[in-house]
């Protein structure tokens, strides 16, 4: 004799969804999943009991580790930041909101399926063709890469260098560059020589119009040095711009590499030397009479103190007054960038030397 499964209106135990819910609590679709998960089925999306990825509570994840409930959401469109960074590969905090879903008789759910088959979103895997359908179309020109700037101005500083990728040149394709039809034809010319595929010739087209796009706005000339920021194939979009006489002539150095090595912040109390010794002069004399250990603020391998305050380095943002029986540290501001270290001889030890200065 067949059981008669009773059936009421209430809320899933397990994705919330209200409506007809079995005898055990769950709708139809997370009882026939929880069936397979106890039954061990492994054909088919895997189930298994953890804290889904997104939501963050504990229920009965798929393969992706996101819930039916988070499922059902997204799917509906109703978290478009999570179905984005899925689809860019990136990786969002636990503990979104949830939206409860209804069971009509006379309007469908759509099917919860997972994203992808594994939880780690920097895997590189085929989405469903909804996901990609819902995909923002990507603009032929976005004002943030390369930001256009106003001609006439004099620089301050050197232009930073940058970190381009290809995605970078996809999203300038329709940018007008002066200069880009040149090289193009100097990159054609290339190609038949070389007798390489369409496919290098595309690349090598994204990289002339990001170093194109990183020119000054005063500047119609592509400096060699930004060569080096392109993704790839430098050395052939180099010959492609002298091809097209779109190359500027190297640029010497006004201050030589050997006396800018090393200038910047003392590697110790981390202020500001502008010399080119690692570390400044406070730091060399503190340096005298203190073993080297880890500190225990910082947890660097520096010169610490001994005795009370065992463990301390001689950086001025300490908050504990560092004394050694011969030397303390006194932190003062100086008109430069951080701050500098000055020694100073406490006045037991002032008076230990001038008794023996006496003798």
Not at 68 to 89: F, I, M, N, P
Not at 116 to 123: I, Y
């Amino acid at each position: 004799m067949t059981a008669i499964r009773r059936r009421t209106v209430d809320g899933c135990r397990l994705c919330c969804t209200w409506g007809v819910v079995e005898s055990s609590g769950l709708c139809p679709e997370c009882a026939s999943a929880y069936r397979r998960f106890r039954n061990g089925d492994v054909v088919g999306v895997r189930y298994r009991e953890a804290a889904c990825r997104r939501c963050g509570w504990p229920a009965l994840v798929s393969s992706d580790g996101t819930c039916r409930c988070c499922r059902l959401l997204v799917r509906l469109r109703g978290d478009d930041a999570w179905l984005e960074a899925e689809r860019a590969r990136r990786t969002l905090a636990s503990g979104r909101p949830l939206q409860l879903a209804l069971r009509l008789a006379t309007a469908r759910l759509p099917r919860a399926e997972p994203l992808r088959q594994t939880d780690t979103p920097l895997t590189r895997q085929t989405l469903p063709g909804w996901v990609r359908r819902t995909a923002a179309p990507q603009p032929a020109d976005d004002p943030a890469v390369c930001v256009e700037e106003v001609p006439g101005q004099l620089g301050l500083f050197a232009p930073w260098p940058r970190s381009f990728t290809r995605a970078h040149a996809a999203r300038i394709q329709g940018r007008p560059l002066p200069g880009l039809s040149e090289v193009a034809t100097a990159l054609g010319e290339m190609a038949r020589e070389r007798r390489v595929a369409a496919t290098c010739r595309f690349h090598t087209l994204g990289g002339a119009r990001l170093a194109l796009a990183a020119r000054l706005p005063d500047e119609c000339l592509v400096r060699p040095e930004t060569l080096a920021d392109l993704p790839q194939m430098a050395p052939t979009l180099r010959e492609a711009f002298a091809r097209a006489s779109l190359l500027d002539r190297p640029r010497a150095r006004i201050v030589p590499a050997w006396q800018t090595s090393g200038r910047g912040s003392c590697r110790d109390c981390l202020a500001w030397t502008n010399k080119r010794a690692q570390r400044c002069v406070g730091c060399l004399n503190w340096a005298h009479g203190h073993t080297s250990g880890t500190c225990q603020r910082c947890a660097r391998w520096v010169a610490c103190t001994t005795g009370t305050a065992a463990g301390a380095c001689s950086c001025p943002c300490a908050p504990v007054d560092r004394r050694t029986d011969r030397t303390g540290i006194t932190p003062q501001p100086s008109p430069g960038t951080g701050v500098r270290a000055r020694l100073r001889t406490t006045g037991r030890d002032r008076s230990h030397h001038l008794a023996r200065g006496r003798h």
